[in-house]
């Protein structure tokens, strides 16, 4: 069972759409984290997002933690095709070890 | 944060051989962590290495075919032993960022077994 539920798992849109990528859990977590990954290299931290309800911004890219911290979202506006990459979603389980659990990841490609 | 040099970057090894991946961290961590990540999927954590101790595997890992040293501080090595087809995946290093709870990560050994 995996234990961070990420959707979609593939999306494909035209260039100034805007989208959002769901992160859910029935667990609850310390932390969620963010990464993105392009093709050859390892992911990327974009954000951490710690207190529930919080909302994080980073130019076009809204991050939203649960208010229960068992969830979060990643919503992109009007999408250019530098976002294109695997969308990764990764929690730090409260009461845990610091092991960081990953979802399987959003594919998003961005056509021009 | 932290940067990671992992290699090699990509390798094309026979079945039946053994390659050890390096990671070395520019600064000193507690623990390294290890990682699959198999064609299509997402990342797996294989075991955490800590400087001193053996390494912790996570269920479905074992020593014997993943061993991992960790000499100091800043440097640890994967071995992938007696290779299959199956092993064909990327392996990546982590270690916790030093800016709060982000992890980062290097760029990834891609392993194919033939």
């Known amino acids: 069972t995996q234990l961070l539920e990420q959707s979609p798992q593939f999306l494909s849109i035209q260039e100034g759409e805007n989208l959002t990528v769901y992160c859910n859990s029935s667990?609850?977590?310390?932390?969620l984290q963010w990464y993105r990954q392009e093709p050859g290299e390892g992911p990327v931290l974009l954000v951490t997002?710690?207190?529930?309800?919080e909302v994080k911004k980073l130019k076009r890219l809204t991050f939203q933690f649960g208010d229960a911290r068992k969830d979060s979202s990643l919503h992109i506006t009007a999408a250019q095709p530098g976002d294109t990459g695997l969308y990764l979603c990764a929690g730090v389980k409260r009461g845990g070890s610091e092991k960081l659990v990953f979802g399987k990841g959003t594919k998003l490609t961005v056509n021009p | 944060s932290a940067v990671i040099s992992q290699k090699p970057s990509r390798d094309i090894c026979q079945r039946g051989t053994s390659l050890t991946i390096q990671c070395q961290v520019d600064?000193?961590?507690?623990?390294m962590f290890w990682y699959r990540q198999q064609p299509g999927q997402s990342l797996t954590l294989i075991a955490t290495?800590?400087?001193?101790?053996?390494?912790?595997?996570e269920s479905g890992f074992v020593i014997d075919k993943f061993p991992i040293s960790r000499p100091n501080l800043t440097f640890s090595t994967l071995t992938v032993s007696n290779m299959s087809p199956e092993d064909s995946s990327i392996y990546l290093c982590?270690?916790?960022?030093?800016?709060?709870?982000?992890?980062?990560f290097g760029s990834g050994t891609r392993l194919t077994v033939v």
């Open positions: 982590s270690v916790r960022s030093d800016r709060g709870y982000g992890y980062t």
């Open positions: 997002v710690v207190t529930g309800g």
């Open positions: 667990s609850v977590f310390s932390s």
């Open positions: 290495a800590n400087q001193g101790s053996e390494a912790t595997y």
């Open positions: 600064s000193q961590v507690t623990m």
